[in-house]
């Protein structure tokens, strides 16, 4: 590693420090886990008679809710009751506990599941668990003890059980329904669970997953529902093999879908991968903070969905430690509808709707308690990953941006090592999206189709992105795809730095907002990136006030120096007043334009003052070609092999340029005759 290199990853893990300083709690605690060695499948649904019924008693409840079955469901459920009357069971535990065989089956019938006997507080030794406990406030248990204690946690747990389906008989999920009401972190546990298959039914209101699947190799979820939850409708995680389909989840307070660690086992692989680990189709997730959260998001296809109507649309990130898999690496979204993601759940935290208990929130009236710090107004997120493909996807009517791609450091997963902390946020692709459009052909842009901080090497998007931050972005070749994007960053652009660094000291624990972030309500002024555009403004203004006051009152002057300085006076102004504006709307096209004006100032004022003070004179001219090469790189295109922008060498040279000026500006002694040379006798002021 160079010197340059090393610097650079230093100050990126003090950045992390900030980052780790700020953002409080972890998304998701889990013990210690391993992915499954890759030997399993995806499990196949099984058309036969099941091998065990769960229905409740109350005939009359029943046939209300398969009144409107069409006739051949209807029959197929009523004779499916009589039957479970005798031999069947009331419970789903009850039913999964007398499983004892690989390859059952359990048919479960029309109705609310509250699981009774599964709903009181541990007592005994399960209440008295060696474990430690997480942030959240639960206790991180180990498979042995959730053995021990299936119901410590979990409504249903599903433990070491091998190809089991479990499938509702209603007409639509709604049918079935497995309710936790809030007792239960979760509702439906499936723990080294391999080949699960799950059908047609229903589970809400946790204190944190409906569905949860667990170190599984082979799963299915199809046409299931999960909502009203503190965090996330399905969680699978460290699992392989998988395929949600047809799927639903709203009302969530993290990700609607969460297929986190999937199995890694495309790390190291370029774009040409042999299969994925998990597949995505069919779902709708909304009304969620996240509709999908993709935290170690690995190897995972992701097509022809819909998310919308949440607070972000979907998350790839390397931001939490402790997930196996980091960083992010090949999730491979196609085909999915992403629009409309401008939700603000934040105000339920300002007006301490979520301090109270999870049941008098109001989840079932709209009420979302968002449990993760993120810019509302986004499509998709990629904080911190790698070698991911965004492909014909839709994308649109985001109040800020369609793509988000940021880098994030090693440190902040739990890397210490200086030689990783700027390995991610490369090579990944967007192409043939259509952003800023419905499929009706309706315009409904987003605020920027891209928003990018400009780290990593190899990413690169399609030719025809609108608005986006940096305004030219590089463009994926098509026959070399290691060639795209050869710029490589290791620090952002160092006000995006300072926001996002700012925004991650959310916590939904603590209920703090962070003052002057914009993703928590911040606007104009109030916007921290403002205030940094306004400080910087004044003192710039205060100087340029005083050299065009000082220095027009130069004898010697010459007539152009005095003309460059009154030109670059107003320049000067424009552009630093400018740059308020900028950062107060959030345009990046007139913060560019900003720096050009002050640039020229820079440069103007620079050669008037060659003749009498050349060091600082030629100084400033440095600053100013330094100013409009920022200017470049934010309006034009990001300079290519530039390890650190040039925002941060010219925010570095200004404030050395600015003690300097007020070095030069310093008021002196006013020298007598005799102590003046006699060329220099008219040039005190």
């Not at 979760?186 to 047609?200: K, L, S």
Request: glycine share 12%; with cysteine.
């Amino acid at each position: 590693m160079g010197p340059l290199r090393k610097l650079a990853s230093i100050v990126f893990l003090t950045s992390g420090l900030l980052v780790a300083g700020g953002g409080a709690a972890l998304a998701h605690e889990e013990r210690p886990v391993s992915f499954p060695d890759g030997t399993g499948s995806v499990p196949v649904l099984r058309q036969g008679e099941p091998d065990l019924l769960v229905c409740k008693t109350d005939k009359a409840d029943f046939e209300r809710r398969i009144a409107q079955f069409p006739a051949d469901l209807k029959t197929r459920n009523l004779a499916l009751f009589a039957k479970c009357q005798e031999k069947g069971v009331r419970h789903l535990q009850e039913a999964v506990d007398r499983v004892n065989r690989p390859g059952m089956t359990i048919a479960v019938l029309p109705g609310l599941y509250r699981e009774e006997p599964s709903q009181p507080p541990p007592t005994g030794a399960c209440a008295r668990l060696p474990a430690r406990w997480s942030t959240w406030g639960y206790q991180i248990l180990s498979y042995e003890q959730q053995l021990q204690c299936p119901h410590n946690q979990n409504l249903v747990a599903i433990l070491g059980k091998r190809d089991l389906q479990i499938e509702g008989t209603g007409a639509g999920p709604l049918d079935v329904v497995i309710d936790a009401e809030y007792r239960k972190l979760n509702a439906i546990r499936a723990d080294r669970a391999d080949g699960v298959y799950f059908r047609n039914l229903t589970a809400q209101r946790t204190t944190f997953n409906s569905l949860y699947v667990l170190e599984t190799d082979g799963f299915v979820i199809d046409r299931v529902l999960t909502r009203w939850n503190d965090e996330y409708g399905f969680l699978t995680f460290a699992s392989d093999h998988g395929l949600y389909t047809d799927c639903k989840a709203y009302g969530n307070g993290d990700g609607g879908l969460y297929p986190g660690s999937a199995s890694n086992l495309n790390q190291g692989r370029g774009h040409d991968v042999p299969r994925y680990a998990i597949e995505i189709r069919r779902c709708k997730s909304h009304d969620n903070a996240l509709g999908y959260s993709g935290t170690a998001g690995d190897s995972l296809w992701v097509h022809d969905n819909d998310f919308y109507d949440n607070m972000v649309g979907a998350t790839m990130d390397s931001l939490w430690p402790s997930h196996p898999g980091l960083p992010q690496n090949h999730a491979r979204f196609e085909n999915n509808r992403i629009h409309d993601n401008n939700r603000d759940y934040y105000r339920h935290t300002r007006d301490g709707t979520c301090a109270r208990p999870p049941a008098e929130r109001g989840y079932e009236r709209g009420v979302v308690c968002s449990q993760v710090g993120v810019p509302p107004g986004t499509g998709v997120i990629v904080a911190g990953g790698n070698y991911n493909v965004f492909r014909n996807n839709q994308v649109w009517g985001h109040r800020r941006a369609g793509f988000q791609l940021f880098g994030v450091p090693a440190f902040i997963r739990g890397e210490n090592d200086l030689g990783k902390q700027a390995d991610t946020s490369d090579f990944n692709r967007f192409e043939g999206n259509v952003l800023g459009v419905s499929p009706t052909g309706e315009r409904r842009p987003n605020g920027l189709d891209v928003w990018w901080d400009g780290q990593g090497t190899g990413n690169c998007w399609q030719g025809n992105t609108g608005p986006s931050s940096p305004v030219v972005l590089p463009v994926c070749a098509a026959r070399a795809p290691e060639l795209s994007g050869g710029t490589r960053r290791l620090l952002a652009e160092p006000v995006k730095l300072v926001k996002l660094y700012l925004c991650a000291d959310f916590s939904a624990a603590d209920a703090r907002l962070p003052a002057g972030c914009d993703w928590f309500g911040a606007s104009g002024l109030g916007k921290v990136e403002a205030q940094l555009a306004l400080g910087g403004s004044l003192v710039l203004g205060l100087l340029a006030g005083l050299f065009w006051w000082r220095w027009r009152r130069w004898s010697g002057l010459t007539r152009r120096a005095r003309r460059l300085i009154a030109a670059g006076t107003v320049a000067g102004a424009l552009g630093l007043a400018l740059d308020v504006v900028a950062a107060a709307l959030g345009s990046s096209a007139q913060a560019g334009a900003a720096l050009l004006l002050m640039g020229a100032w820079w440069l103007c004022l620079g050669s008037a003052l060659r003749a009498g003070r050349p060091v600082f004179g030629w100084f400033t001219i440095v600053v100013g070609a330094l100013a409009c090469a920022d200017a470049f790189d934010r309006l034009v295109y990001l300079i290519p092999v530039v390890p650190l922008g040039p925002g941060w060498i010219r925010g570095a040279v200004t404030g050395l340029w600015v003690l300097c000026a007020v070095v030069v500006l310093a008021p002196r002694r006013a020298r007598t005759p005799a102590e003046q040379p006699a060329d220099q006798a008219g040039v005190a002021t």
